[in-house]
């Protein structure tokens, strides 16, 4: 059992609420790094000290932040209204269990059971503005008793894993926070490493505009898990990347077109490693990178994922090997970039 | 001789993000005329020409990257499919080629036509680089390809695949050959990225903060046949944009520009531009920000193969320039 997986998933963290991933990713690195400190967003950046041989300063992100639900009013009956804190599919709602603010209230999103629908309910998706959660309160003032608006719900999905397959809530992105905390506890490089374990990425990057704009990084580099789409697919169009064929490598997507130095070196990387990847379907999505690369007078970036089936729902799986394998890639692309690289021609 | 230069720019490679090759032409062509030249962390080419010490610190911004496609699949036929850098329309596409950076030549087609008046989405169509399988495909996933059509001077009008803005570009060499003794410190920025969100000369500008920050860019005409109404033509002189969906330029840099014109009897137009913006969007917001506008070069048939200029408007947007980058800017 990977327990770093197991204690970052498990942990809350719903964007703009990260106190709680905040302090476990802290312990889980305190010993390994020359300093620490939580900058006014709620970031936690690390310095690793490198041995002195290269003077890059470089950053390596991952969000600690998770999509959930936020509380926004209490019915007279004691059920709760809320709203979406990052992007859902609302199908991905109903049904499911969630645990509701500091104490962890277990609630789940009420849906009517399909004995009570009528024929054509069932033809209907409920939208999110319609759904309710229920912790179990009688009326309005026992909820309000227990739960403020403003709180967080996130989901509870306890991690497992069967033979190379890892099941839990919340990969994304913790996957890449575990991937983080592994550097942080390796050799030195031969430069000081940045770590930012990041907030508010799920809600528009906006923790990593801020450490971006601190740290003025001479390169980054942004651990994600992206959205495996490995699924039967009649059409040979386009498929996304898929679980167990080894870490996915961004090109371009919505927000940004990553440094080609850097992609060209993370292959050439991987080519002499032996580590198998795959390049993300170029077109959509965003991560980190598109506002670290783009803040102050900018910093060459790219992006190294696990990849992850169904992103923001309750459950998502990724591959154990990918995920050891993004370490690996990582790792060896940061000991080998030198700042000629770095330079343009 | 100007018609040269144009040439060897718009015929180049160089979209969005993968701007190696056009920044080297254009750091050859400009190397005589700069007192420094850099790139920045991406990718930007800064020349700067130093000024009397009498006057501000401007910034000009050419963007030199180009529209284009970039690979996402490879079929088990050697079909490559794939999706937009920057804004291309699937209505510009059906027998178009497109060049990679290794040479090759995709021809784009699309899947199955069921009615002749519907324009399938980009994601139906694929390029046919002359492969029979995967396996011999000379284009993987991640490939950068631009449009390939030769430039053609006819009359004044000047057409090309990639006027959107290596037209700019010319703009700004020619304005950098032809200024001496200028009060003002100038960089000329020849920007990457400006086609996926003017990124480029957000980050030039975040580290040289300008206190004027001028965009050479292309705009839209109103002068076709049943077009959206706009009150810029081509051959009517270089267009002094007012305001655009991403930018209200600097009014007393609008006046600026319109007075110089006037004052050198160049022929001028006002713009507004209803969809788009430019660099100048950018440079606007920046840092503390600056004082922002642009001249543009009018445009026929933006973002297809065939963008179409007017030489005059050419010349009268350098000659503006100049008289606008070689007196006082008092704002």
Known sequence: MNELLKQLTEAVGVSGDEKEIRLLIRDLIADHVAEWRVDALGNLIARKPGTGESSLRVLVDAHMDEVGLMITDVDSNGTLQFETVGGFDDRALLGKVVQVGPQKLPGVIGARPVHLLKPNQRQEIVKVEAMRLDIGAKNKDEAAGKVKIGDRAAFVTDYEEVADTAVGKAFDNRAGCAALIELLRGEPYPFDLYASFTVQEEVGLRGAQVVAYDIAPDAALILECTPAYDLPNEKDVSPNVALGRGPSIYVMDAGTIQDPRLVSHITRTAAAEQIPFQIRQPGGGGTNTAAIQKTGPGVPAATIAVPGRYAHTPTMMISLTDYHNVVKLADAALRRLTPELLQHR | ?331
């Open chain 2, 1 to 331: 001789m100007m018609n040269e230069l144009i040439q060897k720019l718009v015929e180049a490679y160089g979209p969005s993000g993968f701007e190696d090759h056009i920044r080297r032409l254009i750091r050859a062509e400009i190397e005589p005329f700069a007192d420094e030249i850099s790139v920045d962390a991406l990718g930007n080419l800064i020349a700067r020409k130093k000024g009397s010490g009498a006057g501000l610190k401007v910034m000009v911004a050419a963007h030199m990257d180009e529209i284009g496609v970039m690979a996402t699949h490879i079929t088990k036929e050697g079909f490559v499919r794939f999706t937009n850098i920057g804004g291309v329309s699937p209505h510009t596409l059906l027998g178009n080629r497109v060049e990679f950076d290794n040479g090759v030549i995709g021809i784009v087609f699309c899947d199955k036509i069921e009615d002749r008046n519907q324009v399938h989405p980009l994601n139906k169509h694929f390029l046919d680089v002359g492969a029979s399988s995967r396996e011999d495909c000379p284009i993987s996933v991640g490939a950068a390809g631009v449009f390939q059509r030769n430039f053609l001077a006819q009359g004044d009008h000047l057409t090309a695949k990639s006027m959107d803005d290596r037209i700019g570009c010319v703009v700004a060499i020619e304005t950098l050959k032809r200024l001496e003794d200028i009060p003002h410190d100038l960089y000329f920025v020849f920007s990457v990225q400006e086609e996926v969100g003017t990124r480029g000369a957000l980050t030039a500008a975040n580290h040289l903060l300008p206190d004027v920050g001028i965009a050479l860019d292309v705009t839209l005409t109103g002068d076709l046949p049943e077009a959206r109404p706009m009150a810029v033509s081509l051959g009517q002189g270089p267009a002094i944009k007012v305001k655009d969906s991403g930018m209200i330029a600097h009014a007393g840099l609008v006046q600026l520009m319109r007075r110089r014109a006037e004052e050198a009897g160049l022929p001028f137009q006002m713009e507004v531009l209803d969809g788009g913006t430019t660099d100048a969007r950018s440079m606007q917001v920046a840092g503390p920000g600056c004082a922002a506008g642009c001249i543009s070069i009018p445009c026929r048939y933006v973002h297809s193969q065939s963008e179409t200029v007017s030489a005059q408007d050419v010349e009268n947007g350098i000659k503006l320039l100049t008289a606008v980058l070689s007196q006082p800017i008092d704002l």
